[in-house]
């Protein structure tokens, strides 16, 4: 695990991330990427419609924290003389040279609202990103040692807010592409919740200021390099890049090593050492979804997982076959669904790169499943459904079958027998580990035995409380009711 030192930056990371969270609705993605930029120091571009948040994200980090920030709206006359400062007259009298800076000069983030509204401004805007120095004032040249990260918006490239294309060279010193519509389209439910709590999320100010160690916080980009790639991942990026040769997608060296950075950031961020499949996919969403054409990227990375996709579906298509034969007998029902069952488990930390259609199909057949397994084991008898148990207790622990597993009545109950005896055999019971209650009806008694299947039950418990139930039913001593 990370250090305690970065665990406590990393914690103030996510706590301002909460904030900006509940400020901007449904801009996680966005919110995310900024977030990860303070750690690696890449850059962020935010494309997308008016209205929607963009601008209000840096003045709510200004307000939220005590990183220093830098805002400028970027428009047709905007000047470096506007961004930079302008000449200190009076010094300039004395015959010196000195400007009356902006914040730009020692600013940890610096927010270039509508970058593309001046063309001009690029080639000053490029040397800042990639060199972290300005030498476009009178001072020469000097570097921004305070700067951790640039972000950038700009409106859609059409007609309607006459913008132009970024070039691949400029798009390329962007680490994070991110694009937001109009959240009405978006997300309906966070637009929905802005139009209702509007008070709760802008008016009613969360007053939490998060004191960052900036010395600290600005060398985290180093620690990000310690991150270890596991082999699965260089696999999948190596897949990745062989699929955009294919379809003819540009992608510098530059890019693949902005998007190795940014698997090691994800696992830096959540506490790890060593990167996993969903830092990966992660990564492509935030510097791969929004840099191309929308179907070209949907299917560079279908490729990627579409065996196991394929997979999954004929599973399903054949487990739904059982279940809609004709006069089929629950045994089939019951082998299929355990084969099924076991491939799944084997396999279902892969399907977080599924499409939506894969994921509903998933949905559907566990509904189902579930359904099958309670309405059977429902009806056989104690040590037929303990059998059964046993064969299904390894997918405990499937957040898909946690209902069907809560739902799962393991008790058998005694005949109504001598107080003196029952006493005795429910300190017995007790204490082999079972669950046990007394029901009493003048002077005979009657106990309930259990065990509880969400709990830590194994394979040995299970064959120890059928033991007992056989012992019991053997010696007469069950309710027949």
Not at 32 to 39: E, Y
Not at 185 to 212: H, L, P, S
Not at 298 to 313: A, G, M, P, V, Y
Not at 456 to 462: A, E, G, R
Request: hydrophobic content about 40%; some cysteine; glycine content about 4%.
């Amino acid at each position: 695990m990370v250090k305690k030192l970065e665990n406590k930056i990393i914690g103030q990371i996510k706590e301002l991330e909460n904030i900006l969270n509940s400020k901007i609705l449904g801009r996680e993605k966005m919110v995310r990427s900024v977030m990860l930029s303070l750690i690696n120091g890449e850059n962020v571009l935010i494309k997308g419609l008016h209205g929607e948040g963009k601008s209000m994200l840096l003045h709510l980090i200004k307000k939220h924290s005590n990183t220093k920030t830098f805002y400028k709206q970027i428009h047709g006359q905007t000047s470096l003389q506007d961004i930079l400062g302008v000449i200190n007259a009076l010094d300039f009298k004395l015959g010196k040279l000195d400007i009356i800076k902006t914040d730009f000069w020692d600013s940890n983030i610096q927010f270039y609202d509508e970058c593309l509204r001046n063309s001009e401004l690029l080639d000053f805007l490029l040397e800042v990103m990639v060199e972290r120095k300005c030498s476009k004032s009178v001072l020469g040249e000097i570097d921004l040692t305070d700067l951790i990260s640039v972000i950038a918006t700009t409106n859609p490239t059409t007609e309607h807010y006459h913008t132009e294309e970024l070039d691949y060279a400029m798009l390329d010193r962007f680490g994070y592409i991110v694009e937001v519509g109009h959240l009405i389209k978006d997300d309906i439910t966070a637009f929905r919740k802005v139009i209702r709590e509007v008070n709760e999320n802008n008016g009613n100010d969360i007053k939490t200021i998060i004191e960052f160690d900036i010395e600290k916080l600005k060398g985290l980009s180093k620690m990000v390099k310690d991150i270890k790639i596991s082999e699965d991942e260089f696999k999948l990026m190596n897949m990745f890049f062989i699929n955009c040769l294919n379809e003819n997608v540009e992608v510098s060296t530059r890019l693949s090593l902005k998007l190795k950075k940014s698997i090691q950031t994800l696992a830096f961020y959540n506490g790890r050492n060593v990167t996993n499949e969903k830092d990966f996919k992660d990564s492509l969403e935030l510097i791969f979804r929004y840099r191309f054409d929308e179907k070209v990227y949907h299917k560079i990375t279908e490729k990627l997982f579409n065996r196991e996709e394929f997979e999954l579906s004929e599973n399903i298509i054949n487990l739904n076959m059982v279940y809609n034969k004709q006069d089929v007998h629950y045994q089939e029902v019951f082998d299929s669904t355990v084969k099924f069952l076991k491939y799944y488990k084997l396999k279902n930390k892969n399907f977080v790169f599924f499409s939506d259609d894969t994921k509903q199909e998933i949905t559907k057949i566990f509904g189902q499943i579930n359904i099958i397994l309670e309405s059977h084991i429902g009806t056989m008898t104690m040590n037929r459904k303990i059998d059964s148990i046993k064969e299904l207790i390894e997918f405990k622990n499937l957040i898909e079958l946690n209902q069907f597993f809560k739902n799962i009545d393991l008790s058998i109950q005694t005949s109504y027998m001598d107080l003196i005896d029952i006493d005795k055999m429910e300190k017995g019971f007790i204490k082999s580990g079972f669950l046990v209650s007394k029901k009493t009806q003048s002077n005979k008694a009657r106990l309930e035995i259990s065990i509880s299947v969400l709990d830590d039950v194994t394979i040995k418990s299970l064959d120890k409380f059928q033991k007992l139930n056989i012992k019991l039913d053997s010696e007469d001593k069950l309710s027949k009711f």
